[in-house]
């Protein structure tokens, strides 16, 4: 299914961001008055616990490499403040049905969140980045699935999409479902720095020359990309699986895709090197079956119903609650 990933993940992200992962910080701490930035119903939520959740978007838009300005930064914060006041509304109204979290639930998210980490030490490394121990993380955690709880009966349990619905959507956005021509091939590349000197890629072209001489004279292809290919792939001999159409670009889609089924291509120059490309066979375009994607449809219309419940839910709750802003 091909659903536009940035409406399908922005949807979807804005919907469950609140209910699905522990929050960063704790959402409300009974600070002092002067790291006080909100509070909800006399409960406290406190500048510190802002600055570590600012703090961590910072960090993870450096890694993409983005630096975020002070406008930026500034609305950031607006929106951060906003949604730890609804954290806050949405647990307390969580509390007030009685709604629980049991330990063993707890301790299950804790340790599906503990075994996403590579090592102890990298656990240990975002607890201190979260300003957590383990017990504040259960905390958060116990607070999430309180909030999960409320939203599952309160909103999306009495949610349902009719089938004709669903059906309309697929028929009305047949772009989302276009699986593009595929390719099945076997690469084998001589790797070069678009630097490179050009004695380098004098050896580069010629050593790729070489290797196409010797599988027009009938070499074994997966042999001399396991013994040549800068490139493995999934069995050492250079087997890519199946590549998209577009997926690379030119030059290396204008060639692929015109050879037949058992074709060897010429040597193809691109940014990585110099390639030689074996096809095993070719998929034209198709569109996936409705049957297949059913579900997967019903659950984005439902998550785009219940972002829309989850606001009109919060705005009644909020009318209903005391909160004040420092």
């Not at 951060?80 to 307390?92: F, K």
């Not at 017990?135 to 999409?161: F, P, Y």
């Not at 998929?283 to 972002?307: A, C, G, Y």
Request: hydrophobic content about 35%; aromatic content about 6%.
């Amino acid at each position: 299914m091909r659903i536009k990933q940035g409406a399908w993940l922005a949807s979807l992200t804005t919907a469950l961001f609140l209910f699905v992962l522990p929050a960063t910080v704790p959402a409300a701490d009974p600070g002092g008055s002067g790291d006080r930035i909100a509070s909800v119903n006399g409960v406290i939520i406190t500048k510190s616990s802002l600055e570590t959740e600012v703090a961590a978007v910072v960090k993870q838009a450096a890694a993409r490499g983005q630096k975020l300005e002070e406008p930026q930064l500034a609305e950031i914060k607006k929106q951060m403040v906003d949604n730890m006041i609804d954290r806050e509304v949405l647990y307390q109204a969580g509390e007030k049905k009685g709604l629980k979290a049991s330990p063993e639930d707890v301790d299950k998210r804790y340790q599906a969140f503990r075994g996403g980490f590579p090592t102890p030490e990298a656990f240990n490394e975002k607890l201190k980045e979260m300003k957590l121990d383990e017990a504040g993380l259960k905390e958060q955690i116990r607070r999430m699935l309180v909030t999960n709880e409320l939203i599952q009966k309160e909103l999306s349990d009495k949610i349902t999409i009719p089938e004709n619905e669903i059906k309309g959507f697929y028929q009305s956005h047949p772009e989302y479902f276009k699986q593009p021509e595929s390719a099945h091939i076997s690469d084998i590349l001589i790797r070069l720095d678009p630097k490179a000197a050009k004695a380098q890629e004098d050896e580069a072209r010629k050593k790729v020359e070489d290797l196409a001489k010797q599988l027009k004279a009938g070499a074994n292809f997966g042999e001399l990309a396991q013994k040549n290919s800068e490139v493995p792939g999934q069995d050492g001999k250079g087997d890519l699986g199946y590549i998209r159409k577009g997926q690379i670009g030119p030059p290396f889609d204008e060639v692929v895709f015109a050879l037949k089924p058992g074709e060897v291509s010429a040597p193809i120059k691109t940014s990585h090197g110099y390639h030689l490309v074996y096809l095993h066979d070719k998929k034209p375009e198709s569109t996936i079956p409705f049957e297949d994607v059913k579900d997967r449809i019903n659950q984005f219309m439902k998550n785009q119903q219940l972002k829309e419940a989850i606001g009109q839910y919060l705005a009644e709750l909020k009318k209903a609650a005391k909160i004040e802003r420092f």
